[in-house]
C-alpha cells in the first residue's frame, strides 16, 4: 500500500480533493467522507491508466534538504 497526502478544500458545493503527486487526479464529494471515497478511487484509478500507458510501478514522495 502506499500513503499519498491529499488536499481538500471545502466550498459551498462540497468539498473538492486532488493528489498533488498525482498531476490532473482530482475528485469531489458532498461530504468530506464521499470526497476522500473518491480520491482513493481516483488515485487508483490514476495509477492504473498511467501504469498501462507507460510501464510505471510506483510513484513515491518524499523530502529533501539543500
Do not use: F
Amino acid at each position: 500500500m502506499m500513503r499519498y497526502h491529499i488536499k481538500l478544500i471545502q466550498s459551498d458545493e462540497g468539498w473538492a480533493v486532488s493528489c498533488p503527486a498525482l498531476p490532473g487526479c482530482h475528485s469531489q464529494g458532498t461530504t468530506r467522507e464521499e470526497a476522500l471515497q473518491n480520491i482513493k478511487i481516483a488515485i487508483r484509478e490514476w495509477l492504473e491508466v498511467e501504469e498501462a500507458e507507460t510501464g510505471l510501478k510506483t510513484v513515491e514522495e518524499s523530502v529533501v534538504t539543500v
